[in-house]
C-alpha cells in the first residue's frame, strides 16, 4: 500500500473534518496542520495527534514529504496565493470552492497543476451526497431519457449566511448556487451553458452585511436544456437548522425528485426545543461515523493521489461554474441575459460585478 503525507491549511469547519478524516485513514503516514486561531490549532491538536502542527501555513511548503495539501482557510482571498504557492511547490491540491476570485487566477492554477502533472481539485462536496451521486447515475444509464430541465432550491440558515458575508462579499449564487451549478454541469457533461439570467433579491441581509437573500439563476444550455438554481442565506434559525434543498431533474423519460430538506431527524428535548440535527453540507461527526459527504470526499483525493486515480471534481468544469455565477452576478446587476462564453470585456464587468470587496 503506497501510502501519502497529508498536510491541512485552516483547519475550521471544513479543515477540521478533512484533517479528522485524514488522520484516521490508513493510506495516511503523517498529517501535518496549519491553523492561525491559536485555540482551535491546540483543539485540532488534540483531535489529530499530528505529526506537526503551526501556526504559519508556508512552513507545510517546505517539508517535501508532503505529498497532499487540502486548503480550507477562509476568506476566500486566501485561495488564490495558497493554491499557487502549494502547486509551485509540487503538491497535489484539494481546494474549498471558489476555485478563485477571477477567471484569470483560476486559469492560472489549472496551468500550474497540468504544467507539473498534479492532481488538483475543486470541492463541490455535494457530488458525494448519494442523492445528487444517483442522479448522475441515472442521467449516465439513460434511464430518464434526454434532460429536459433542472430545477435545484437551497437555503442556508442566517447565522450561515452571516457567518459567509462577514469575511467575503461575494453574492448567494457565487458562495452557494455553485455547489448546484456544479451538479447540474456534472449531470449535462459534455453540454455547456451559452445564456444565464438571474436576479436577487433583498432582505434582512441588506442591512447586516450589505449582501442579497436570495438570487435565483436560469442557464440555458447548448441543446436548450433549462437549469434553474435558487440560492437564499436567511432562513431563521429554527428548521432546517443548516441548510435544506429540493431537486427535480426532468428528462423526456423520467424524472427524479430530491427531498434533501432535513426534515427525517426532529430531536426534541425539554432543555432546547425542537432541533433539527444532521442538517450542514459538509456533515456532521457523530462518534464514530460522519452525517455527510465531505469525509468520503476527503479519502476519495487521497485515494486519487496515493492510486493516481481520476479526481471527482476537473478543475476545469469549476472553472466553467464560476464563469457561468459570474455571469449570474453580471446578469442580476444589468437586468438582462448574458451569453457563455463570456468575451474578456465581460468577463472583466463581470468580476467587477461579483466581487464586492
Ligand atoms: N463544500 C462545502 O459544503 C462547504 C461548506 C462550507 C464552507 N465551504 C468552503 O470551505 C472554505 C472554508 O469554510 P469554513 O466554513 O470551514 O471556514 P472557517 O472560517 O470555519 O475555517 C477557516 C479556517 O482557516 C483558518 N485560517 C485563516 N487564515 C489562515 C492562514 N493564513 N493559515 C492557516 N489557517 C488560516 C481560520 O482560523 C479558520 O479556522 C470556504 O472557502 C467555503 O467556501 C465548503
Known sequence: MRQVNVGVIGTGWCGGIRAVAAASHP??????IAE???????EMTELTVPASATDDWEKLLAIAEIDILMISATP????YPMTKAALEAGKHVLLEKPIALSLDEADDLIEAAES???KFTIAYSQRFNPKQAMVKRSVRAGELGDPVNVLVSRHIQRSLGAKIGNRIKLSPGAMEATHDIDFAFWCLEPRRPVRVYSQSAWGVRKDSVGLE???TTMIT???GVVVTVGAGMSLPPGYPNAATTWIEFIGTDGAIFIDDTHRDIVVNTVDKGVQFPLSTMPGELVDHTFAGPMERETTHFIEAVAYDRPVMVEPRLARLTMETYLAADLSAEINAPVELPLT????QRAHAASVRG
Open 27 to 32: 493510506l495516511v503516514r503523517e498529517l501535518h
Open 36 to 42: 492561525v486561531n491559536p485555540e482551535r490549532l491546540m
Open 76 to 79: 476566500e482571498t486566501t485561495h
Open 116 to 118: 507539473r502533472d498534479l
Open 213 to 215: 437573500d436570495v438570487q
Open 221 to 223: 444550455m447548448d441543446d
Open 344 to 347: 474578456p470585456e465581460m468577463a
